[in-house]
């Protein structure tokens, strides 16, 4: 099983990519999203592939990360659902999104991809549902990232909140002092100094 490349974007049409690892050419197809996600021509570029052998040809289809992958190798598994129709559900809504629409049992929003009917949104509600338990789609690089920073800033004011308790200010009034000036300071010494200041330019 080939399981991911990497190598040299030499061709990209889609839904066909043209990756040169070490001289071979691999032939790829890859939803949208993924196109979205590469670069030009020329570029480096690693795929997480999945590889369909049939009787009268293999197909490689290659994905930016492994939770689009592990979306599409579940929904092949699906009785009525082959490799096209599971490439053309990843290239008209991302992971999140269908597992929104399979947990809200959301048909409408699943008619409008390409190839999917009524019947069929039904069909992958009910068949998806305990399926999308068994494993859990990472969180985008995005959102990834505003969650560190988040827990950043939150690791900061508590720092800085603590030092003022300890400076003798009771927890409200820390965390009051503090609130006034998050916005303003990356450290925690620098909030407890601005804190102060703004404190005792109040008084």
Sequence with gaps: MIGRLQGVLLEKSLPDLLVDVHGVGYEVQAPVSTFASLGKVGD???????????????????????????????????????????????????????????????????????????????????????????????APLWQASEQAEQKQADDRLREAESALIALGYKPVEASRMLNRVADQASTPEELIRLALRNSLGNS
């Excluded at 369909?52 to 689009?68: I, K, P, Y």
């Excluded at 999104?97 to 992958?124: N, Q, W």
């Design 44 to 138: 480096p570029v690693i795929l997480y592939t999945h590889l369909v052998v049939r009787e009268d040809a293999h197909q490689l289809f290659g994905f930016s990360d492994t939770s689009q992958r592990t979306l599409f190798r579940t929904l092949i598994k699906l009785n009525g659902v082959g490799p096209k129709l599971a490439l053309a559900i990843l290239s008209g809504m991302d992971v999140q999104a269908f597992a929104r629409c399979v947990h809200a049992e959301d048909v409408a929003s699943l008619t409008k991809l390409p190839g999917v009917g009524k019947k069929t949104a039904e069909r992958l509600i009910v068949e998806m549902r305990d399926r999308l338990q068994e494993w859990q789609a990472p």
